[in-house]
């Protein structure tokens, strides 16, 4: 059995207070681009779990997989192997997506024990980003601390736009663990959000709260963001809590340039970066047009 386990950006993040446990209060838009990792599951005589391109261990899938059959009384054994094609540490959500899609094909494999709502509540004990890819819309709105989950309805828009991984990881916590005070100030996902229902060109007002304090770790962070916005960007922001920057265009010919211009860059800074490039025909409708697809 052979699944594909999509990436995703946050064209906004507002952290809007603090919950208990140490966790933030956010809001995000969300839209979910077909960058995929590849997850091939087989029955076996024991459990296995290894990637391909990486050296890493993901403590997920032994959730997933404790969680699922603990649900149902099963003990069932697979093989599962992941080829990893999201970065690691990236903010494009891979480890979630890559649970979430497990939790679905375990639903599916056993003829759907489960209801959406227990999915939902097993992806929420795994981790904040799991719901999200649980649910089938690409552009979604989340709050809290990721666990509510709105569909977003509206017109489609065209654009272009180009995911940059700077190969830089970031820890996640100590990003949230910078976040000492809360700001009240307009947020950015409602104002987008009036935009897009009235059709309006909503790309200046994306960002992302996050920004600041990641840029206060990783100051080479606020380099590379200035650099892409020399380059005819409309926007750029931080997705996630990074450190991967998306570079907003409405036109292809930007991206291209861009792509000359980073081989140059990243030579400078010594440093490997991975280059995605989309076409955005609409909101479910959103294509790769790089050549290492």
Known sequence: MKILSEAKINLTLDILGKLPQNYHYIKSIVLKIPIYDEIKVDYSDKDEVSFENILVQDSNIEKVKNLFFSKIGKSDKFNIIIKKNIPVGSGLGGGSSNAAKLLLLFNEIYNYPLSDEELI?????????????????????????????????????????????????????????????????????????????????????????????????????????????????????????????????????????????????????????????????????????????
């Open 121 to 293: 509540s097993l992806g929420e004990q795994i981790g904040s980003d799991v719901p999200l890819f649980l649910r089938k819309e690409k552009l979604l709105l989340i709050q809290s601390k990721g666990e509510k989950i709105f569909p977003l309805y509206v017109k489609d828009y065209e654009f272009y736009f180009s995911v940059i991984y700077p190969n830089i990881k970031i820890s996640t916590k100590e990003i949230y663990n910078e976040v000492k005070e809360v700001e009240i100030k307009e947020e950015k996902s409602e104002k987008v959000i009036d935009k897009l229902i009235k059709s309006e060109d909503f790309i200046p007002y994306l960002g992302n709260d996050l920004e600041y304090y990641a840029f206060k770790i990783k100051p080479e962070l606020k380099e590379i963001k200035d650099f892409l916005l020399k380059h005819n960007a409309l926007n750029v922001i931080l997705t996630g809590s990074g450190s991967s920057f998306v570079s907003f265009f409405n036109s292809p010919y930007p991206l291209y340039s861009l792509s000359n211009h980073l081989e140059v860059f990243q030579k400078d800074l010594n440093r490997k970066f991975q280059l995605f490039l989309f076409h955005a025909l609409g909101w479910e409708k959103i294509y790769r047009i790089d050549t290492q697809k």
